[in-house]
């Protein structure tokens, strides 16, 4: 499985870091083999919503070589959502087989057209801005449509990780990896818990 983050300035890496890390024991446990993960962005260093700068490695690669994108959130989404370059750019992961998006990262993914149909979540204050780009906002933490994985607020990070890897996986390797970060409090084989289309 190769997956590509996308990053951006004033992303909030929080909502990248939670997936990153629990996603990446599917390699370190041996559960998938040659998984592998690029940063992606725009430009070739990025500075986050709290001043961190990040080096990227891929600037405006073809997303259609990868078999998961990853976007997080942050407030620069509210204006990122238009800008036709950077759209136009994630449109090309349209028949990448998994999306997934924490916090705001979902009303990009919804401004390339991905989220037409479907049920969708974001962080709560942006609730009313993702409506215009889905069928319904559903006011959940975690929301599946098809191979579309969302997360709410910058917290759910972790949560969609382990959602995503248990619906990947299985139950008994999701609690291994819960165990390895010592995170009790996703609730493995329960996935009716969240909404799922």
């Excluded at 725009?42 to 919503?49: A, L, V």
């Excluded at 990122?80 to 990262?105: A, N, P």
Aim: glycine content about 8%.
């Amino acid at each position: 499985m190769k997956m590509a983050y996308i990053m951006f300035d004033q992303m909030t890496t929080m909502d990248f870091a939670g997936f990153y890390e629990v996603v990446a024991w599917m390699g370190v446990l041996g559960k998938k083999e040659n998984l592998s993960w690029d940063f992606c962005s725009n430009k070739e260093e990025i500075t986050d919503d709290r001043g961190m700068k990040i080096k990227i490695q891929y600037v405006y690669p073809d997303l259609s070589s990868y078999d998961l994108v990853f976007i997080p959130g942050g407030m620069s989404t509210r204006k990122l959502r238009f800008d036709s370059e950077f759209i136009s750019w994630i449109q090309t992961s349209r028949d990448v087989e998994y999306k997934v998006s924490v916090c705001t990262g979902s009303l990009l993914l919804g401004a390339a057209g991905f989220l037409t149909g479907r049920k969708a979540t974001t962080n709560p204050s942006a609730y009313h801005l993702l409506s215009p780009y889905c069928s319904e906002v559903i006011k959940r933490r975690i929301v599946r449509d098809g191979n579309i994985f969302m997360g709410g607020g910058a917290g759910a990070s972790i949560d969609t990780g382990l959602f995503f890897v248990e619906s990947v996986t299985d139950e008994s390797f999701v609690k291994q990896v819960q165990e390895k970060i010592d995170y009790p409090f996703y609730r493995e084989g329960n996935l009716s818990s969240f909404y799922e289309k």
